[in-house]
């Protein structure tokens, strides 16, 4: 079911939350919404799933306007908010079976165990809620989305908090979810790996306006230029090193390395000299594709032309 934002626009007082991003999110997509703390993902979630109504433009999900058709849009929506929480001595089959009754969902049974199966939570459906883990609440919380089989899940920020087993669990569900139906899944995250390996199609938000969109693929290779990286055999070969490399890039020195930003075609060249006349001066070197993270802080430089954000060495952007 394919989403269509229109110059949306929503402001809380004097602050602007988003201002007038327009994009499609294509029917049966993994679509990830990128952006700084503050970018105004929240606020397009609240306003895609009916919660509040925006100032401006409009939403459509799967061609039904989601102000003029909000009843119609909240079943075709299932939403995972950022925080989620349930009464903590209810079992987690107990909340399953209120999400359920309270959807009218017909035959639950059977759907509920489809769902605590889908999640990895068979086993545990029948303890207190309260002695759950991060990850299993939050997949708990999956479940009570995937319960009605929505068309469209809106999930903000599904992995924040969880630990690195509890994050590759939960992707393994959305892969699943991607492999098996044909929901289409909009999903937030601050991670950019994360969303590099979940999703087909991206946006960058910053300050509530779209700054960048685009196919994962297309953005990572946007401008078709790489990164080599060059440590020297000996720190007395690092001054002649960098005079050499000098002459092929924009050179960043780490203190551990020289990294030479370069194109594709200059990167051969460099890689063919370091390897044949200044092979004594090198320890050894790599080259590195641009990622997604590359892209992500192309876009939120500043249109005026200032540095962009200095890249993050970690996978987490920073705030
Ligand atoms: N209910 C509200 N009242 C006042 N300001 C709000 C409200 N909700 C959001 N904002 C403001 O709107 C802007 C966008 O917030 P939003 O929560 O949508 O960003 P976000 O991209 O989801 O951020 P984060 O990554 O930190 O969750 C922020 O400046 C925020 O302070």
């Known amino acids: 079911m394919q989403l269509t934002i229109t110059d949306v626009h929503k402001r809380y007082g004097d602050v602007v939350a988003l201002d007038g991003p327009s994009f499609e999110v294509p029917s049966g997509s993994t679509f990830g919404v990128l952006g700084t703390n503050g970018a105004g993902k929240t606020t397009l979630f609240e306003l895609l799933v009916g919660h509040d109504r925006p100032d401006g433009g409009t939403i459509e999900v799967g061609g039904l306007d989601v102000e003029r058709a909000g009843h119609r849009v909240r079943e075709r929506v299932g939403f995972l908010p950022e925080h989620t929480g349930f009464p903590a001595a209810l079992t987690g089959r107990e909340v399953l079976s209120i999400h359920a009754r309270i959807r009218g969902l017909e035959d639950r049974h059977a759907r509920i165990e489809d769902c605590l199966e889908i999640v990895g939570l068979t086993d545990a459906a029948d303890r207190a809620v309260e002695g759950y883990s991060n990850g299993m609440g939050r ?128 990167a051969f060249d460099l890689v063919a000299a370091l390897g044949e006349s200044h092979r004594k001066l090198v320890d050894r070197f790599e080259v590195r594709e641009p990622g997604l993270e590359a892209a992500f802080h192309e876009a939120l430089e500043n249109e005026d032309g200032d540095e962009p954000a200095e890249t993050a060495t970690t996978e987490e952007i920073p705030s």
């Open 139 to 266: 997949r708990l919380g999956l479940a009570a989305t995937l319960l009605a089989e929505p068309p469209v899940l809106v999930l903000d920020e599904p992995t924040a908090g969880l630990d690195p087993r509890g994050v590759a669990a939960f992707h393994r569900i959305i892969e699943r979810i991607d492999r098996e139906t044909d929901a289409t899944v909009v999903l937030s995250s601050h991670v950019l790996s994360e969303v590099e390996r979940l999703c087909d199609e991206v946006v960058v938000l910053q300050d509530g306006t779209l700054r960048a969109a685009g196919a994962v693929d297309d953005l990572r290779s946007n401008d078709g230029r790489v990164t080599v990286t060059v440590r020297p055999a000996s720190e007395g070969d690092r001054p002649a090193l960098l005079t050499v490399v000098r002459r092929y890039g924009d050179v960043t020195d780490t203190g551990d390395a020289l990294e030479v930003a370069c194109d594709r075609e200059t």
